[in-house]
């Protein structure tokens, strides 16, 4: 019986958060103005300090916004430019370097 409520309870979570929901990369291009100038406007970063966005999986990215917001993951540069974002901002975004080529990893083979 547990596990049956863990689950409806999980259930519930995922499908009441617009962030998992996915976002507008149209949209989240406007909103990723302020990301520019550490990872580029490509996602691809302006140097290896920064990490690179380009390709990175939509969900991972709001995630990690989410957690810069709350706390749960610390940061202060990043705490401080997700502030004023809404999840659906996030979202957007995150949906805006998730459509953006990476750079591929030629180690691997």
């Known amino acids: 019986m547990k ?4 689950l409806f309870l999980t259930a519930a979570l995922i499908a009441s958060s617009g962030a998992l929901a996915g976002g507008d990369p149209k949209a ?3 909103k990723a103005q302020a990301c520019f100038a550490c990872h580029g406007q490509d996602g691809n970063g302006i140097s290896p300090t920064y990490p690179r966005l380009a390709g990175q999986y939509e969900s991972y990215m709001t995630k990690a916004l989410i957690d810069y917001k709350s706390g749960a993951r610390a940061n202060a540069i990043m705490a401080g430019m997700v502030a004023n974002l809404s999840e659906q ?7 805006y370097y998730a459509s953006k080529d990476g750079l591929e990893d ?3 083979k």
């Open 106 to 108: 030629l180690s691997i």
């Open 3 to 6: 596990t049956v409520a863990y």
């Open 89 to 95: 901002d996030m979202a957007d975004i995150s949906a």
């Open 28 to 30: 989240g291009e406007s």
